[in-house]
């Protein structure tokens, strides 16, 4: 493909693997490399044209990467790779601890800008799609309360910070939001909700041998930026019942905007989501972000950048004028 934009996956879990699919979906790009911590012998690659290389050398491919979408984990594996590889390419990431945005985004943003590359972050659908409709919400309802459930489903950044637990072998992480609070909101009534009223945690854990339940449980529910504000429940299973169970990642949800505009008229604006496979869907925000990452950075738009920062036309393949034509 003549021009096409080099991607490259770094991390080849659950994301990275839709990263791959997401690719080749797309008219103008093609999987470069595939960047791993384990053995690159053990990789399958979607494609088994796309070659596998070590993660750990993985700055020598600066010149055959474009963009390097970075598919490791919000908790401990974005925060120290997304700085070291926004030294060496244009990258697209997933960082999902919203809390943590804020520094995460000036850590990107030193890197990104004194290295002369682009770095574009918490790219999917909550922050990602979902942060765009809450931004759209408060602007056009400036009067007004805004609301965002999620679930119910398998959450991958609340996952992957259980399965970091120390004793926890395995492990999925539910989100399930209150029918109740949902119904209270649509009515446009914009009631106070606390986090506890709008949403419930359920945990499915599966031990190390000689663990001690009790302690891992703790170490969940008290877990500061995921499970604190929550109400959480840990359910201890056995391998073969999560394998059994719980190997589909099914996920959604809705931003509402309740408001008043005029003399008093009632607004309610709602944007969902229902999704059979949360990390496809991710993936394929990712990909799409990737192509407005590279983009920017070709035009000399360097250092970090956010949702809000990227103009819609930027994601489509297609030129502004037949957007215009098309869509407008």
């Known amino acids: ?7 490259g996956i770094a991390g080849y879990g659950n994301l990275g693997k839709g990263v791959a699919h997401a690719v080749a979906q797309q008219p103008d790009m093609v999987c470069a490399g595939i960047f791993t911590r384990r053995p690159a012998a053990s990789i399958e690659p979607v494609n088994n044209k796309v070659p596998v290389y070590p993660m750990d050398a993985i700055e020598q491919y600066a010149d055959k990467i474009d963009v390097m979408v970075l598919c490791g984990g919000s908790r401990s594996d974005l925060p120290e790779q997304g700085p070291a590889l926004a030294k060496w390419f244009t990258t697209v990431d997933s960082y999902d601890t919203h809390a943590k945005i804020p ?10 800008s004194a290295a002369g590359t682009t ?9 990602g799609l979902f942060s765009i409709n809450r931004l759209y919400g408060e602007t056009v309802l400036a009067d007004g309360a805004t609301y965002t459930f999620w679930g119910k489903g398998l959450s991958q950044g609340h996952s992957d910070a259980v399965r970091r637990v120390e004793g926890v072998s395995q492990a999925v992480q539910y989100t399930i939001p209150s029918e109740e609070a949902i119904a209270k909101v649509r009515a446009g009534g914009a009631p106070e909700l606390t986090t506890g009223e709008k949403h419930t945690r359920e945990c499915y854990v599966v ?6 339940a009790a302690k891992v449980e703790e ?5 500061p930026d995921y499970f604190a504000d929550y109400s959480t429940t840990v359910h201890f299973i056995t391998a073969e019942e999560l394998a059994a169970e719980h190997s589909a990642m099914p996920h959604g949800g809705f931003v509402i905007r309740c408001g008043n505009t005029g003399a008093g008229s009632r607004q309610v604006m709602e944007y969902s989501l229902t999704l059979d496979s949360n990390p496809e869907f991710t993936s394929s925000v990712l990909t ?30 297609k030129d502004p004028a037949q957007l215009r034509k098309e869509l407008l």
């Open 103 to 112: 520094e995460y985004y000036a850590a990107l943003d030193d890197a990104a």
């Open 207 to 212: 031990l190390e041998e000689g663990t001690d």
């Open 219 to 223: 170490a969940i529910v008290t877990m």
């Open 1 to 7: 493909m003549v021009n096409a934009i080099r991607i």
């Open 119 to 127: 770095a574009v972050l918490s790219v999917g659908w909550d922050p």
């Open 288 to 317: 799409a972000y990737a192509r407005a990452a590279h983009k920017l950075s070709r035009s000399g738009q360097h250092g970090a950048k956010t949702v809000f920062d990227i103009a819609p036309g930027l994601l489509s393949p």
